[in-house]
């Protein structure tokens, strides 16, 4: 299956007008779907600590899972299913498949600490925490969606040092302000700092797993959080 790209409304994302998405068909994937027409990520839309926009998606090889409730099976709380079982509430990037998301006009702020959770669906294999099923993803930030800082991922192995999708999500629909723990949460965090920002609107995530096959390969993105808004 080749690559497709969805860019939504690029110029006008960031001159803080309304996004308006093109007419893109999504044809070749069993469960895609083209996305809806006004996504929201432009400066003057109501802040969310959690997903409410999609800027762009390129769907990697054997993605497919999740696109028939795209994009709203990626906003809001992630629906975690715990240490030992992965949630299928998900969109499949696909092998080195992309996606940029974003929070409405809300903004991620270096804080003490960490400052974002990505949420993914890895789990403990038999409950064993020194083996963990992960498909890992790279992360990258960016206040005006044109310049990027990607957090060091290292792929290779086990534990995916510096990826997102290798700790198990905990949080779900029902945990209240507990989604903003990290130790309670679950899911991996990011500290702004790391990467040496103040501040951030965007979220880019790359598969870097390259792993599966059928419609469910690569990254499986839950949800994002902002555990320090502006």
Known sequence: MSKKRIDVGRDSAFAGRSIVAAAVALAG??????????????????????????????????????????????????????AEQGSLDVLSLG??????????????ADGEGPDLLIFENP??????????????????????????????????APPYAGCAGTHPVL??????????????????????????LSRARFVKIRDVSNKGGGDNAGFDLDAAAILHPE
């Open 29 to 82: 994937c069993a469960g895609e779907s083209a996305p809806p027409s006004d996504l929201g990520c432009d400066a003057g839309a109501p802040a969310s600590r959690t997903i409410a926009c999609v800027v762009a998606f390129s769907p990697g090889e054997a993605s497919g899972f999740g696109q028939s409730h795209f994009p709203e099976v990626i906003y809001g709380s992630p629906k975690g299913g715990g």
């Open 95 to 108: 092998r080195g498949g992309e996606i940029v998301v974003g929070f409405g006009g809300g903004a991620i």
């Open 123 to 156: 789990f403990y294999i038999g409950g064993d925490p020194d083996h963990v099923f992960a498909e890992p993803g790279e992360v990258s930030v960016s206040d005006d969606g044109e310049a990027w800082a990607t957090f060091p991922c290292d792929a290779s």
């Open 171 to 196: 949080a779900n629909a029902m945990s209240g302000e507990a989604l903003y723990d990290p130790m309670i949460a679950g899911g991996d965090a990011f500290d702004l700092a790391d990467v040496g």
